[in-house]
């Protein structure tokens, strides 16, 4: 009989447990498995006799079984890569995802290297802003949350990365920024509406993060009314949203007196960052 000890097996039996509720059961098990043993990923193949000790063996039992009732990797773990950046993750924010950094690519097309002051609104992680902060470090950034919870994971996330452009304030929204004006402003608002069932795959994330209310819509058409106070003319707001809100979120700044309203797809192909300047 094999010996159930040892990292090959169990491998196996995690693959097996998350088989029906995963559809990344391998990939999951294996990650699970080299964060329990503090070893990179690649530790595993060549070492798949080894024998891990009872107490490794618990702790991995104990995530699958976490993870098989649908808890995200990302809280299981701690962490989450983000543009190429490791970020931790807690339950008190949203976790970084890969359509996100369309809001990213956005910000960086719109504006050169050259110092400029930029927001962040919304922080939750850090995501945004610190990937900005790594790829121009002549940007001052500030980046704002209401949560002061999430405001504590974003500035140890700044802290470990070593980025000192960025600032953190918390606040909603624009609250923690009276009086101050921006080239350019960047959101991933909460914009699921409230009886959507895709709530329901997302319940272990914060909802208020997730949800501003009925519509959807609430984040998005404040964050457009009350921007143009904080934008230097010419200045530029990047909005992410959902894949079915493109259109009313054009009208909102085309009747707000913005100009150059452009929306861009995800990889999926879905409309997920719209853009818009202040003339």
Do not use: K
Not at 52 to 72: F, K, M, N, T, V
Not at 204 to 213: D, I, K, R, V
Not at 234 to 258: D, F, K, T
């Amino acid at each position: 009989m094999a010996d159930q000890g040892t990292v090959r097996a169990l491998l196996e039996r995690g693959w097996a447990q998350l088989a029906l509720s995963s559809e990344s059961a391998r990939l999951d098990a294996e990650v699970l498995l080299a964060h329990v043993l503090r070893r990179p990923r690649s530790y595993l193949p060549a070492h798949d006799d080894s024998h891990i000790d009872e107490a490794a063996i618990a702790r991995y039992q104990s995530l699958l079984a976490r993870c098989a009732q649908g808890e995200p990797l990302a809280y299981l773990t701690g962490v989450r890569e983000f543009w190429s950046l490791p970020l931790a993750v807690t339950p008190d924010v949203l976790i970084p995802r890969q359509e996100t950094e369309l809001a990213v690519e956005r910000c960086l097309a719109l504006r050169d290297a050259a110092p400029a002051s930029i927001a962040d609104l919304g922080t939750g992680s850090g995501a945004i802003a610190l990937a900005l902060a790594v790829e121009r470090p002549q940007w001052r950034l500030v980046a704002t949350d209401r949560a002061a919870s999430a405001l504590q994971v974003a500035r140890a996330n700044a802290q470990r990365l070593g980025a000192q452009n960025v600032e953190f304030f918390e606040g909603d929204w624009f609250a923690a920024l009276p009086g101050r004006q921006f080239d350019l402003i960047v959101s991933n608002p909460p914009y699921v509406a409230a009886g959507d069932p895709a709530l329901n795959a997302l319940r272990y994330e914060p909802t208020a993060a997730l949800s501003p209310g009925a519509s959807g819509m609430e984040a998005l058409r404040r964050i457009v009314l009350e921007a143009p106070a904080h934008l230097l003319q010419g200045g530029w707001l990047v909005l992410e949203h959902g894949a079915g809100q493109a259109a009313e979120l054009a009208r909102s700044l085309v009747g707000a007196g913005y100009a150059r309203v452009r929306c861009y797809p995800d990889l999926a192909g879905r409309d997920r960052v719209t853009e818009a300047q202040w003339p």
